[in-house]
């Protein structure tokens, strides 16, 4: 049998990847997957979690977190497309017209 | 296997879902009612949303009534409904009349902004209204799944709303930038939710409180439980704008429609407090010796930058973007108030008194640079409202009395949001703090002064003159009313915090879901 | 029933996700981050079967791997990502980036290592025969209220899409 | 998965001999359906289809085969090779492990040992199989893309675009069935079918209320399969041929037999879950008890098939628009409807 913390050292250093790309990477959908990688990363703690307490709740948990991940791939690559057709790049720092 | 019905849906349930239901049901209505309406009664879909806003407002009115009869009764005054995962205690009650009034007035700020800006859509009304649910779950949620639902439903249209403007680069920008931060926080928010559920095995705040309870006392230095407090108030305080996660604040505030800015930083940011009291008061009051010394941190820091930045800042969006990351910093004071065991009443209260006076003062001077949008003229730079003492005084008043307010000078409202947050301060001991929270305060009257100076002694740039829709002056007069009325008559709103608070706190709550 | 070799198959996915999330933050042409992404979804989903999940399992499939991810492929098949490769991959501040997310990446192993008692190494199985229905009937009652939340939400996503995306609204 | 009262040993080989048949039998019939229905479109434009190769043109799929084996296998230069190469083999695998969920019939006893005749059972079979279908969407995706052609590109988007729309309304469809029976278990859908009223009308879930979910999902089930009327992607007079443009040889062959079968798995999922499976009057001696079943089950999806081919022997197809508005304005709120009114039914009775 392997561990329950086992589980949670690879969500982990999954959530460290998802924070990793997001920070360096240039391509806003790129950005976008390492969200989705971060929130993959929570879904297996809540999964580990749930088998540990022999719950169900994490894994009802972790239905609505697709819901929401759904949700906001929807909205944020309609996004993406809107930003696209008014400037034609997808690089965040081109995205310039507010200052950082 | 096949249960009665009524044991899903109780009418206990019902009762305390219907301020959302409502607000479902005619934004549901308003996406149905836009596709009948030829163009140029596209602003039927506004009075559509405010009808919808009255009625959610009746129906907490009816939780309310409820409330009192059960304390009549000598009974806890909460509710809690849908197996424990909501709960409509007095603290939800109160931000429920908060977010409901942020969001009429900004709806009737938005009404000729959209047409000038022609996106007049039934959508934006409709996404108003299903935010205002996000927020309710978020202020009335006892539970982790509901709150962060709730949250989301908030963010997405909030998202959707900050880009509204679609042909304008500056606002899909925002979206953009709002968008990626935003779902980045809510992925650290979540994954301290998951370690919080791994620690306590359960979804219900009560129940995860009292698990830490125990927990904590047999090891007081657990590292999971810091990181899953670390991890969660990051998210938090991402969602509030506080330094250091404020860095999307005053882009998504700038490219914003001028209305949903107002809204943003009233409405949403509350919602962002509700749910940080809920969490913080209800859940993590057992680890407080461990988070009081990074709030004090933050608060510093975003009180700091808060204030340095507005001082050089030429847009009035961005100013008073950075303006509300500073008001950010004083409520985070009253959070710090208190001992290292409990949090003070009298800080919590100034939470809520600074909320309220908030919405009111910060929506009102959103109106007034509203009201500088006309055509061809984007109306948010300080060069914009110069000069505005000569084409329309009363507006240059009614801004030099919001201005006055958010720089908290008696006996504006604004006053005693800050009065009560010093107050809870020097009660609780921390005597530095509240000296270098009263220096910010001078801090803020001079930039807040810079544009008052703008509008009285400098010419206007364009002899444009300010256009002011029906719907601008109501919501302009209702916010200088509330500015105004709260500042010199306070006792009424300052019972309504003190009984927005007078809930038995988390441990009982917890015990009547048993 | 048992899983056959769980300590070979844990690893064996595990090393498949962590490949796979390490390429889709690598690879400077987004479609091949996409299709890494997509296999860490499924070998994250296999990960949950091993935990007694089917129902999860299930939709992480249809949902994250079947939909969402086709949705992304979708998008950046419709941008012009020819000129996107010509740019830089990474931003100027990318080793500061990296650093604070290894930095991250270091606090969390430490806190589990340092918190493993807490997690006993056993746990046992829940029976997986009736997951589905479990889960069904916990949405249907604990869960009731989020759950319609969640269709508000999917509402305002749709709304949101159109309004976004749309070239001209009515 | 119930492994029964088997040992894992010969349950493994027991698997693998049904793994060895189900296929040889999946890809004869994918053969012998592009044969049936060069035969039967024929005959519906008034030709005789093919004839040469064999009596009846028998012989011709495998001479089909061949030529696709010997031809030259060009990848043009200028593809993604990986993921050009990646494409077809998804696209056929994806098809190939859709059918080993599917149960042929009931268990049968074979030297005391009782083999369940399906590869495998579990009791998220129905949500795999979407889960399959949905993955399947990227065979296409991927090849439209990794051509770098813009037929191909114009094919694959309008694939995937297509697939991921009719599959809303076709999960939808099944859920009225799931709430009749109760289970994703596909062995348990057949099982919750058996029996007639007053004996002659059989419980199938197509009698018990469920005639518009069977109809949606057999229009969702053609556009899923790239089928005529709703094969957009490959329209040869706008397109070329769609996806599938830049592809030859062998690797055109396995879209190809993707395709069909796809459409045999689609057969298969129609038969078990609206027309009862596997049930049907069983009588004569064991070897029949055993076979019997299987009959009526190759009939059903026979049934099927032909079908398909007769609805491409006669209707035109959509254009986009109509296709895409059909899917969202018609298909997925009758589904709706219909999942409403089962479970308001259901609700009621009990």
């Avoid at chain 2, 129906?59 to 849908?82: L, M």
Wanted: glycine share 8%; with cysteine; proline share 4%.
């Amino acid at each position: 049998m392997v561990p329950i913390s086992y589980y949670l050292v690879l969500s982990a250093i999954l959530f460290a990847c998802g924070v990793l790309g997001f920070l360096i990477k240039r391509n806003v959908i790129t950005i976008f997957m390492s969200i989705e990688l971060m929130l993959n990363a929570v879904n297996l703690s809540f999964v580990a979690f749930a088998s540990y307490w022999q719950a169900l709740s994490g894994q009802v948990f972790v239905f609505f977190v697709m819901v929401v991940a759904a949700a906001e791939a929807a909205v944020g690559l309609a996004i993406i497309i809107a930003v696209f057709r008014t400037r034609q790049t997808l690089n965040p720092d081109r995205v310039n017209l507010l200052k950082l | 296997m096949a249960m009665p019905l009524h044991q899903f849906f109780t009418s206990t349930d019902y009762l305390l879902s219907l301020p959302m239901i409502m607000l479902a049901l005619f934004g549901m209505g308003v996406l149905i009612i836009d596709l009948l309406l030829p163009p140029e009664w596209k602003r039927a879909n506004a009075w559509t949303a405010l009808v919808g806003l009255v009625f959610s407002a009746i129906a907490v009115y009816k939780v309310q009534i409820a409330d009192r009869i059960a304390e009549a009764h000598g009974q806890a005054g909460s509710f809690v409904g849908f197996g424990g995962s909501l709960v409509a205690d007095r603290f939800a009650i109160y931000f429920y009349y908060l977010f409901l009034a942020g969001a009429a007035i900004a709806i009737l700020m938005s009404v000729k902004y959209l047409e000038i800006e022609r996106e007049q859509h039934g959508e934006f009304y409709a996404l108003v209204l299903f935010s205002v649910i996000g927020m309710m779950c978020m202020a009335s949620g006892y539970d982790i799944v509901l709150l962060f639902v709730g949250l989301e439903l908030m963010a997405l249209s909030t998202y959707v709303l900050v880009g509204f403007l679609r042909r304008d680069q500056r606002s899909n920008e925002a979206a953009l930038k709002y968008l990626l931060l935003g779902a980045f926080s809510s992925g650290i928010f979540a994954y301290g939710l998951s370690l919080f559920y791994g620690l306590a095995g359960s979804t219900n705040l009560g129940q995860i409180a009292l698990t830490l309870e125990q927990h904590f006392l047999a090891n007081p230095k657990d590292p999971v439980a810091i990181l899953a407090l670390l991890t969660t108030a990051t998210g938090l305080l991402f969602k509030i704008a506080a330094v250091p996660f404020h860095q999307w604040a005053p882009d998504a505030y700038e490219g914003a429609p001028t209305s949903i800015t107002g809204y943003m930083s009233v409405a949403v940011k509350a919602a962002g407090w509700a749910l940080l009291l809920r969490i913080f008061l209800y859940m993590l009051y057992p680890l407080r010796p461990i988070y009081l010394p990074m709030i004090i941190f933050v608060s510093l820091a975003t009180l700091t930058a808060g204030n340095l930045a507005a001082l050089t800042q030429s847009n009035l969006k961005r100013l008073l973007a950075y303006s509300s990351i500073a008001h950010v910093g004083y409520m985070l004071l009253g959070l710090v108030a208190g001992n290292t065991n409990n949090a003070s009443s009298t800080g919590i209260k100034g939470i809520m008194v600074y909320l309220l006076v908030y919405t009111f003062m910060n929506l009102g001077a959103f109106a007034v640079i509203t009201s500088l949008r006309r055509r061809d003229i984007i109306g948010d730079e300080i060069d914009d409202i110069a000069g505005l003492m000569f084409k329309a005084p009363t507006e240059a008043i009614l801004m030099l009395v919001f201005l006055l307010s958010l720089a908290g000078i008696p006996p504006l409202a604004g006053f005693w949001g800050k009065y009560f947050i010093f107050l809870s301060l020097i009660e609780s001991g921390h005597y530095a703090l509240a000296t270098v929270a009263v220096l910010y305060a001078v801090l803020g009257l001079y930039y807040y002064m810079r544009i008052a100076n703008a509008m009285f002694m400098r010419r206007a740039e364009t002899a444009e003159p300010v256009s002011l829709s029906p719907g601008l002056r109501l919501a302009l007069a209702i916010t200088a009313l509330g500015t105004v009325i709260i500042g010199i008559f306070p006792e009424v709103f300052l019972r309504a915090a003190a009984w927005s608070l007078s809930v038995p706190q988390a441990s009982a709550v917890a015990g009547l879901l048993k | 029933m048992t899983p056959i070799a769980p300590t070979f198959f844990f690893y064996f996915l595990s090393a498949v996700a962590l490949i796979s999330a390490i390429l889709v933050i690598t690879r400077k042409n987004p479609v091949h981050s996409a299709l890494a992404l997509i296999v860490t979804l499924l070998s994250l989903a296999g990960l949950y079967l091993m935990l007694y999940a089917p129902f999860v399992t299930g939709v992480q499939v249809i949902v994250y791997a079947g939909g969402i991810m086709v949705l992304f492929l979708f998008v950046i098949m419709l941008v012009n990502i020819e000129r996107a490769m010509k740019e830089e991959e990474f931003n100027k501040q990318w080793i500061a980036g990296l650093i604070a997310s290894l930095l991250l990446g270091g606090l969390f192993l430490a806190v589990y290592f340092k918190g493993r008692a807490i997690f006993p190494s056993e746990f046992t199985k829940i029976p997986e025969q009736m997951n589905t229905q479990q889960v069904g009937m916990l949405i249907f009652q604990n869960y009731l209220l989020p759950f319609e939340i969640a269709s508000l939400l999917l509402l305002v996503a749709i709304v949101g899409a159109v309004v976004m995306a749309k070239k001209k609204l009515s | 998965m119930p492994t029964g009262n088997l040992s894992v040993t010969t349950f493994v080989i027991a698997s693998i001999i049904k793994i060895a048949i189900v296929l040889w039998v999946l890809l004869t019939a994918v053969a012998y359906t592009v044969w049936l229905e060069r035969k039967v479109v024929g005959h519906i434009q008034n030709r005789w289809g093919p004839t040469r190769v064999g009596p009846f043109g028998l012989l011709q799929p495998l001479a089909d085969g061949l030529k696709f084996i010997f031809k030259e296998d060009l990848t043009p230069p200028y593809v993604h090779k990986f993921l050009y190469i990646l494409a077809p083999m998804l696209a056929l695998s994806m098809s190939l492990i859709a059918i080993c969920l599917i149960p042929f019939g009931n268990s049968v006893n074979i030297a005391g040992m009782n083999i369940p005749l399906q590869i495998t059972d579990t009791n998220i079979a129905l949500l795999i199989i979407l889960g399959i279908t949905s993955i399947a969407v990227y065979g296409v995706a991927l090849a439209g893309w990794s051509s770098n052609s813009k037929y191909s590109l114009l094919g694959g988007l309008r694939a995937s675009a297509q697939m991921i729309s009719y599959e809303v309304a076709l999960g939808l469809s099944l859920v009225g069935v799931l709430i009749l029976c109760g289970t994703f278990s596909l062995h348990g859908i057949v099982e919750a079918q058996t029996g007639t009223w007053f004996g002659f009308i059989p419980k199938w879930n197509i009698f018990k209320g469920q005639f518009i979910a069977f109809f949606i999902y057999i229009m969702a089930a053609y556009a899923e399969t790239n089928r005529i009327p709703f094969d957009l992607p490959e329209a040869e007079t706008e397109l070329v041929a769609g996806y599938h443009t830049e592809y030859s040889s062998m690797k055109f062959a396995m879209f190809f037999m993707a395709e069909y079968s796809n459409m045999v798995t689609v057969a298969c999922l129609a038969s078990i879950l609206f027309l009862g499976g596997w049930t049907g009057p069983v009588f004569g001696p064991p070897i029949l008890h055993a076979l019997l079943p299987i009959f009526w089950f190759a009939l059903r999806v026979l049934f099927f098939i032909f079908v398909y081919i007769w609805v491409r022997g006669t209707l035109p197809r959509f254009r986009y628009d109509q296709l895409m508005s059909f899917a969202w304005k018609f298909l997925l709120p009758l589904a709706i409807a219909n999942v409403m009114i089962t479970a308001l039914v259901v609700a009621l009775r009990s």
